[in-house]
């Protein structure tokens, strides 16, 4: 019974790491969330010393993850210009349309 309680602690210890990982991204703005999926999809560096974006967080972010977003805010001033009514919710459409299409 003693291996079924540890195995047991160990989960909910994971569950409630697994629910703070995603109240944290839940809390992330929009273009956040996307210039992490951009960084995933569109990243060709070596993650070991060659890109920094793993490192930082979105709570001080530096360099690369300054980059991303920006990268970000280009996409949607790009598709802004594109867009007449309600730009807001279909920029990110756009912006994800735009993202699957440059996967490799």
Request: glycine letters at 0%; charged letters at 35%.
């Amino acid at each position: 019974m003693e291996k079924h309680d540890e195995i047991i602690a160990d989960l909910e210890k994971r569950l409630t790491e697994a629910k703070r990982v995603k109240a944290k991204f839940d809390s992330l703005l929009p273009e956040q969330k996307l210039a992490d999926k951009m960084h995933t999809q569109l990243c060709k560096h070596n993650h070991t010393d060659a890109c920094s974006y793993l490192y930082e967080s979105w709570d001080a972010p530096r360099d690369a993850r300054n980059r991303e977003l920006r990268r970000v805010t280009k996409v949607m001033s790009f598709i802004d210009g594109l867009m007449l009514e309600d730009p807001s919710s279909v920029q990110f459409a756009c912006a994800e349309r735009l993202l699957e299409a440059l996967k490799d």
